[in-house]
């Protein structure tokens, strides 16, 4: 099927936390939308069944909880009631952002998915009503080509997202096409957690996932489309991933993902936004990983010298190091239970510094959940405090095989290259109780080549 993922310069309120009327929210919505509109015809005119567009898209972000009110539009989260916004504009009030949307979808018959704020008004005999009557979500909606709003996702996992509630529990919502089968959808900082991202896709063995998200790339473990490409080809699944296109805070990274090929986009140079188009094939049975390249164990050689351990913070986490020195080697580094292991070769020395890196532990900075790390990085100098810096080039083509003994099921194999651009593993898998991934010969430097374990249970 064609899918078209839409990265977005949003036009954004000059002070989003002065109190405006709804007429100048819905001018400042306004602006959005008719570069969304351009962009849904363009789409369609390339063939595409489906678009998505990244989180805070049409409103923004920095509001408060008061001043992001006239920003939002009503919508019901009931299942049951069938209603479509573009021909039944009359329906409820305040809804004329789910109307324009509606509209979108219906003139170019196209499947549409947008977020935007949502409110709902609330009883004080429901205990989770807010204090002021009403809730207000961060609210995926998804439109099919006909404008039927057919299902609307609350974001569970908020980040700093002060204007916001949790929905009061997580909502599992699919949507069915007749090109590709069932969506599901979450949102951002959702694709980090069990609740409801993994569980949505174990329920319902879901193949196709939608993904707005305003992500703020920080390397060398977390930039948006390294983590991206790792879910789709950890879970077996395509990702549709629209974000925020704002490179003055870090915010880039779209692409549309299979298991075994990703279409991205990853620019921090220039302005403006960017429509991605590609075809993909729907995923009806799982990838077999090639597991006929077994990997080999490491000897134990007594007597050498071993390189020194040393301590750096990489993404906020105390990671245990070894450098990766001279043309090839093995290494081991463990930490906690978890023991990481290298082979490596490289044709060329290069005057750059790498080194392999281990996390065991609670990741508590901009969020609270636990990780199992194997990371080979390049340093951002040639020092051992330079390791676990956000580096962007590498000139190093390392030929490697990386595993460790992780104590998770759901590992995210990480492959970065220079210029952030990414690459898949001639291998991974599970062997003898390790995940594995191997790879010879990147097509260009290396920058990340990790094994992102996240263990739910511990959070």
């Known amino acids: 099927y064609v899918a078209a993922v839409y990265e977005h310069e949003s036009i954004l309120s000059p002070n989003p936390t002065a109190l405006v009327d709804r007429q100048s929210a819905l001018e400042l919505m306004g602006r959005n939308l008719d570069i969304y509109e351009e962009q849904v015809v363009a789409a369609a005119r390339q063939g595409a069944q489906i678009i998505v567009f990244p989180e805070d898209g049409i409103h923004g972000f920095n509001f408060t909880r008061s001043s992001i009110y006239p920003y939002l539009d009503f919508v019901l989260h009931s299942q049951s009631v069938k209603w479509n916004p573009c021909r039944e504009p009359y329906l409820f009030n305040d809804t004329e952002v789910l109307q324009r949307l509606s509209c979108m979808a219906l003139k170019n018959k ?4 947008a977020n935007l704020g949502t409110k709902q008004p609330c009883e004080h005999t429901d205990p989770h009503c807010p204090s002021d009557g009403r809730y207000q ?3 995926n909606v998804a439109f099919n080509d006909d404008g039927m709003l057919v299902a609307t996702y609350r974001k569970h996992n908020l980040y700093f997202e002060y204007a916001f509630d949790t929905p009061p529990e997580p909502d599992y919502k699919l949507f069915d096409t007749p090109f590709a089968g069932k969506f599901g959808m979450f949102t951002c900082f959702d694709i980090l957690f069990f609740e409801p991202a993994v569980n949505l896709i174990r329920q319902y063995n879901l193949k196709q996932v939608v993904y707005p998200t305003a992500w703020m790339n920080q390397l060398p473990l977390l930039s948006a489309v390294e983590f991206q490409q790792a879910f789709a080809t950890a879970f077996n699944i395509n990702i549709l991933a629209a974000n925020i296109h704002h490179p003055t805070l870090g915010m880039t990274g779209s692409g549309i993902y299979t298991p075994v090929k990703s279409f991205a986009y990853h620019n921090m140079e220039s302005y403006g936004g960017k429509l991605i188009v590609a075809e993909i094939p729907v995923i009806t049975t799982d990838y077999k990983n090639n597991l006929e390249k077994s990997p080999g164990r490491v000897s134990e050689k007594g007597n050498e010298q071993l390189p020194p351990l040393f301590y750096a913070e990489m993404m906020y986490d105390n990671f245990t190091f070894v450098p990766v020195w ?3 080697g ?3 580094v463990c930490a906690n239970t978890l023991c990481c292991y290298l082979n490596y070769r490289r044709a060329v020395l290069t005057d750059e510094l790498y080194a392999l890196g281990v996390f065991d532990g609670l990741h508590t900075v901009h969020g609270t959940y636990y990780v199992q790390a194997c ?3 390049k340093c951002g100098g040639l ?4 390791c676990g810096q956000e580096v962007t080039d590498a000139t190093a ?13 759901y590992i995210f194999p990480l492959l970065l290259t220079s210029g952030i651009t990414l690459d898949f593993a001639d291998y991974m898998g599970w062997k003898n109780n390790h995940y594995f991934i191997s790879r010879n010969g990147t097509s260009s430097g290396l920058l990340t080549a990790a094994l992102y374990g996240r263990w739910y249970e511990k959070d």
């Open 330 to 332: 093995e290494l081991q």
């Open 137 to 139: 979500f961060n609210t």
């Open 383 to 386: 020092s051992f405090s330079t």
């Open 326 to 328: 001279g043309e090839k």
């Open 110 to 113: 196209i499947f549409l998915v």
């Open 375 to 377: 990371a080979l990085v």
């Open 397 to 409: 083509l390392i030929d490697f095989q990386l595993w460790g003994n992780m104590s998770t099921p």
